[in-house]
């Protein structure tokens, strides 16, 4: 499925605003070019994981545990990983399953 450019301007903006209503400084901004790929083979996504292991970042918004491709429980382990290295991978909407 494509995205169009408001929906993807609408994306960015929930993530902007959820970062400022926590007061988190906005770094850098990525639009996925390739989210039909699997998730390690994402430009955008590489650039998230080693702006993440280079501790170039601490928090990473993103819209929906779809945005990288897993489901609910997947998301939560991956958001756990990153909590173990004392980083954050949050969502501005809640996990739901994914089909």
Do not use: H
Request: aromatic share 6%; proline share 5%; charged share 35%.
């Amino acid at each position: 499925m494509g995205r169009n450019a408001a929906e993807i301007d609408g994306r960015m903006d929930d993530c902007r605003q959820y970062a400022n209503a926590r007061a988190w400084r906005i770094t850098t901004r990525v639009v996925e070019s390739t989210p039909e790929r699997p998730l390690e083979e994402r430009e955008g996504w590489q650039l998230v994981t080693e702006a993440l292991d280079a501790v170039r970042v601490r928090i990473v918004v993103i819209w929906s545990p779809e945005t990288v491709g897993v489901d609910a429980d997947r998301f939560r382990s991956m958001q756990e990983l990153y909590r173990e290295r004392d980083q954050v991978v949050v969502c501005t909407t809640e996990p739901k399953e994914i089909p």
